[in-house]
């Protein structure tokens, strides 16, 4: 975009105008579009925009979008980077870094053909820049730090400049010293809506990026060097039961958007609909090329966008496949302790490690139960590695699992958690009370197959 476009000279003509220096000062101040922080961890209401060309606005989980000035036809936002406590669920918060208060930053909120200005103030300890993870942009505004720009010093602010030029879903994260940046939590998500509202609008349309931390159990500070070994999973900084549920009208054309920010891959599976992926780091995907799936596997780097009609009624599940993903820190070390006989073990393990409690000898849904009750003495600040409470007992449960609420008769921009859902009657798994059948052994005619069973017999100490 040409410069002169812009009118970055009218910010100096005011501080040459020969006012007063304390005048100056505060007109300086006030060229700076103001600094809008979120306090709270949970979904804000959409944004509705009130200046600027008309869009549907998205609904960020956990979070929020930061609202705009408009300048002589440029919107202008303002972030910072800074140090920020999230809380990550009830019952632990993180010190990370992150944008306006909470991490992840706010959604920022564009118009395709929109003329953007985003002022970066750094008030971390030490250089960033942000990177505009996806976007048609000149060179200079990629926010390559030593390459496209110097580092924005501590205490300093820059200015991007660009057109949004393309509709799609994008990221932002810094691109200095970005793997401490990024552990640390500094991240936010990007829309740029199309400038036809009615092309491929939805009913509710949610966004929210995958991120994960290695926080040791009792401590708040991530470890910055873990390049694999991570222990919380996360969306939107946020673990569950900390996900708020996404919450939907019957009937309503739902699309969800979601971003990879973390170093593996997430297969995300929704329970009870199909959805078909509708966008991609590149852009919509032709109606033509889609096909119906019930798990997306999201790469790291990259974006899908997915679209379903929400026409079942009930409390589905919506989380990562990878069972290790839906689960809180607690360390993986853990001895595999199925089958296992604890009993007359533990009395003797108390004599040398008091503490000891065994665990896992008929599965680990005993976890949770425990972690339920406070029996368990877990270190301060350390989620339960299995939680949440459905209304028929434990979910067993952490990471990154929320839940698709799909209710009837919902108000157009509400929001909130309707509570559990309620089965209508004979709709809902029963137990069995008759008598159960005996076990019919196969009899074995085939002689091969008679042999094979032999052979594969335990043998008691052989090979001992
Ligand atoms: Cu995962």
Redesign the pocket.
């Known amino acids: 975009m040409d410069s002169n476009q812009f009118s970055r000279r009218n910010f100096f003509k005011l501080a040459g105008a020969g006012i007063a220096a304390t005048a100056v000062s505060r007109v300086a101040l006030a060229a700076l579009p103001e600094i809008i922080s979120a306090e709270k961890a949970s979904t804000q209401a959409p944004l509705q925009p009130n200046t600027g060309r008309p869009y549907n606005p998205v609904v960020t989980l956990n979070g929020w979008s930061l609202p705009w000035r408009m300048q002589n036809g440029v919107k202008e936002f303002h972030l910072v980077a800074e140090p920020v406590i999230r809380e990550i669920a009830p019952g632990m918060k993180a010190h990370l870094w992150g944008y306006n208060g909470q991490s992840p930053g706010p959604t920022i909120e564009v118009v395709e053909g929109d003329k953007v200005r985003v002022f970066v103030t750094n008030r971390l300890p030490e250089v960033t820049s942000v990177h505009w993870h996806g976007q048609r942009l000149p060179n200079g505004m990629d926010g390559v730090s030593g390459l496209t720009q110097p580092a924005i010093p501590v205490g300093k602010t820059y200015v991007y400049e660009f057109e949004a030029k393309r509709a799609g879903t994008f990221m932002y994260h810094p691109h200095a010293d970005e793997m401490t940046q990024m552990a640390m939590g500094l991240m936010g998500s990007w829309v740029t809506h199309p400038k036809n509202p009615k092309f491929m609008a939805v009913d509710r349309d949610f966004i929210f990026l995958l991120n994960a931390y290695d926080i040791d159990p009792g401590s708040y500070t991530p470890k910055i060097n873990t390049m694999l070994n991570f222990n919380l ?1 996360t969306w939107n900084s946020r673990a569950f039961p900390g996900i708020d549920p996404l919450v939907v009208r019957k009937n309503d054309k739902v699309r969800i958007r979601i971003g990879n920010l973390t170093m593996t891959n ?1 297969p995300i599976h929704i329970h009870g609909h199909e959805f078909v992926v509708t966008g991609t780091d590149g852009g919509w995907v032709p109606p033509t090329a889609r096909w119906p799936e019930v798990t997306t596997d999201i790469g790291v780097g990259q974006m899908r966008a997915i679209e379903f009609i929400a026409n079942e009624l009930g409390d589905w599940s919506l989380h ?1 496949h ?1 069972s290790h ?1 839906t689960m809180n820190a607690m360390g993986h070390e853990v001895p595999t302790m199925l089958g296992v006989k604890q009993d007359d073990l533990v009395e003797k393990i108390n004599k040398l490690v008091p503490d000891y409690m065994p665990m896992g000898e008929t599965g680990m849904n005993e976890m949770s139960d425990m972690a339920a009750m406070m029996d368990m003495p877990l270190p301060e600040n350390t989620l339960p590695m299995m939680t949440g409470k459905g209304q028929y007992g434990a979910i067993n449960m952490g990471g ?1 699992f929320s839940l698709l609420k799909v209710r009837e008769g919902l108000a157009k921009n509400d929001f909130k958690d309707p509570g559990p859902y309620q089965h209508p009657k004979n709709t809902r798994a029963y137990e069995f009370k008759g008598e159960v059948p005996e076990v019919q052994r196969q009899s074995v005619d085939d002689e091969k197959t008679a042999i094979e069973l032999q052979v594969r017999k335990p043998t008691g100490h052989e090979g001992h």
Request: charged fraction near 15%; hydrophobic fraction near 35%.
């Open positions: 999973w997430h990562c990878k993903h990154m």
